[in-house]
């Protein structure tokens, strides 16, 4: 099972990681709940129905990498501009984010804190173990499929990984490239997002 999800008695996965996996893993999910930020709720305590009302963004993120995780939803990169009205795919895209991306925020940030949580129950339960088995509920390895998938986009972006041929050339980056790091967690959380599916379907 080392570095492979398998299929748990009455559903759910878990996989064997050791000390080091975990760090990465962990550190990686960190990153992504920085860039994702906190809530609507987290900035405005005393106010529960805040988050149900708050209005989100209505303008594309600055930051590429979470441009690439929330995309705008009427944009075709595909279609040339001339065939197409730019300026009311970008309304309809303002309005869709606007209403849309505060949920998608909250549902990316659960699932990565999801990673991060069973990461650390699993840390304390192992100290000094080197490692252990991580076991996870179907609810959990669903989270934690989501939250390997954002991963992988966000370290795809940083690697500006647009298309299967630029997938191929990582694997001839010759060992003193700065971005081979980047690429091998890239690949290995391919292969765990890989076998998670697996064990998820039917």
């Known amino acids: 099972m080392p570095g492979t999800f398998e299929p748990l008695p009455g559903g759910g996965a878990a996989v064997a990681l050791d ?73 309809y895209s303002a309005e869709f984010r606007r209403y849309t991306e505060n949920d998608l925020r909250a549902g990316k940030r659960d699932n990565a804190l999801t990673v991060v949580r069973t990461l650390d129950a699993l840390s304390s339960d192992a100290a000094g173990e080197g490692g252990a088995v991580l076991k ?9 499929l989501s939250a390997l998938n954002d991963l992988r986009l966000a370290i795809g972006s940083r690697l500006e990984i ?5 997938t191929d050339l990582l694997y001839r980056l010759p060992d003193d490239d700065p971005r081979k790091p980047m690429v091998m967690a890239y690949l290995w959380l391919g292969g765990l997002q890989e076998t998670l599916v697996g064990t998820l379907m039917p």
């Open 162 to 166: 647009t298309d299967e041929d630029d």
């Open 136 to 144: 996870l509920s179907v609810a959990e390895s669903q989270q934690w």
């Open 19 to 91: 000390d080091v996996e975990i760090s990465i893993i962990r550190s990686l999910a960190v990153q992504l709940l920085e860039l994702i930020g906190p809530g609507p709720a987290e900035d405005a305590p005393d106010d529960p129905l805040a988050e149900l009302f708050a209005e989100g963004p209505s303008e594309p993120p600055a930051d590429p990498v979470l441009k690439r995780l929330f995309p705008d939803a009427y944009s075709d990169p595909e279609q040339p501009a001339a065939a197409r009205d730019a300026e009311e795919q970008r309304a």
